[in-house]
């Protein structure tokens, strides 16, 4: 069982940044492949970014030069970055991992594959 515990989120106004954590119960060296995922009201959720073992990452097309995802081994943290935010950004902001067996090869951003989740953190932006 991986536990996982989001922080960081906010109210910002459009144009700011915003810098997500989320601390694992695990030793992240053995995930085969994290990520975070959003879901805005009336929304279904969806991958944002995703992140590999090596350090490969993945974007969404609508964080892409936006935002950061990465991880800190040494502290069983995973990252995201967010800058320039706007409002439709404005989400619940999800971290997940796969089992250790599932690598990110194939779809990363798809959530079918996401077996741990933590509870959220709320981002809200302003325009």
């Known amino acids: 069982q991986v536990q996982l515990v989001e922080s960081g989120g906010g109210s910002v106004q459009a144009g700011g940044s915003l810098r997500l954590s989320c601390a694992a119960s695990t030793s992240l060296s053995m995930r085969s492949c994290m990520g975070w995922f959003r879901q805005a009201p009336g929304k279904e959720r969806q991958g944002v970014a995703a992140?590999?073992?090596?350090?490969?990452?993945t974007y969404a097309d609508s964080v892409k030069g936006r935002f950061t995802i990465s991880k800190d081994n040494a502290k069983n943290t995973l990252n995201l970055q967010m800058n320039s935010l706007l409002p439709e950004d404005t989400a619940i902001y999800y971290c997940?991992?796969?089992?250790?067996?599932?690598?990110?090869?194939?779809?990363?951003?798809?959530?079918?594959?996401?077996?741990?989740w933590g509870q959220g953190t709320q981002v809200t932006v302003s325009s």
């Open positions: 997940a991992t796969r089992p250790i067996y599932l690598p990110c090869t194939l779809d990363p951003l798809s959530q079918s594959d996401y077996r741990y």
């Open positions: 992140i590999d073992k090596d350090g490969r990452t």
